[in-house]
Nanobody, 121 residues
Framework: QVQLQESGPGLVKPSQTLSLTCTVS??????????WTWIRQPPGKGLQWIGY???????YYSPSLRSRASISRDTSKNQFTLQLSSVTPEDTAVYYC?????????????WGKGTLITVSS
């Protein structure tokens, strides 16, 4: 069973760049059916999809975050990362890393436990 663990700074100052890492264990990070995804949930609000990186290393982002978000992958460490630039207090949220497995016939999501990121001076 794959396991995902987010790690990050906890507290970030406004205008800084947030960097989060997701460490994948219990399975490979390379597979054509895997989409490594970041999702967040601001306090009192619903889930917001941020984007993903596919096995080809192509990336897709939410239009509202495309100008600030960057997702990359380090296959040697079995990790993928999210960078979000120019953060504001509106970026305060629990951030989740998710493995989406989509083989065309079925769809499964495996979630990390999430990490709270607070943007405050």
């Amino acid at each position: 069973q794959v396991q995902l663990q987010e790690s990050g700074p906890g507290l970030v100052k406004p205008s800084q760049t947030l960097s989060l890492t997701c460490t994948v264990s219990g399975g490979p990070i390379r597979n054509i059916y895997y989409y490594w995804t970041w999702i967040r949930q601001p306090p009192g609000k619903g889930l917001q999809w941020i984007g993903y990186i596919a096995d080809s290393d192509s990336t897709y982002y939410s239009p509202s975050l495309r100008s600030r978000a960057s997702i990359s992958r380090d296959t040697s460490k079995n990790q993928f990362t999210l960078q979000l630039s120019s953060v504001t207090p509106e970026d305060t949220a629990v951030y989740y890393c998710v493995q989406r497995v989509d083989d065309g016939d079925s769809l499964m999501d495996y979630w990390g436990k999430g990490t709270l990121i607070t943007v405050s001076s």
